[in-house]
């Protein structure tokens, strides 16, 4: 398992978007929900927020969103 302290908001959309695909789990991108920079990402039917897609996500932010997906860390 690799250290994800260095993963940026879009590389995570991307890795959650492959993971949708290869476990046959719709995920989509909804940026009107979010506020600026903010967009909404759907795994199924679970979501999470990601702030800023540039910016890095910090571990604790990291993990917060796998769980709130549904997913573990590790799938990524």
Do not use: W
């Not at 991307?14 to 993971?19: D, M, P, S």
């Not at 506020?35 to 795994?43: A, E, N, V």
């Not at 540039?54 to 796998?66: Q, R, V």
């Amino acid at each position: 398992m690799s250290d994800h302290s260095c993963m940026a908001g879009n590389e995570f959309i991307r890795k959650v978007k492959a993971l949708g695909k290869a476990r046959g789990v719709a995920v989509r991108l909804n940026a009107s929900r979010g506020k600026g920079s903010h967009l909404t990402l759907y795994f199924g039917s679970a979501f999470t927020v990601v702030r800023n897609p540039k910016d890095e996500l910090k571990t604790g932010t990291f993990h917060a969103m796998c769980s709130q997906l549904g997913i573990k860390p590790g799938d990524l």
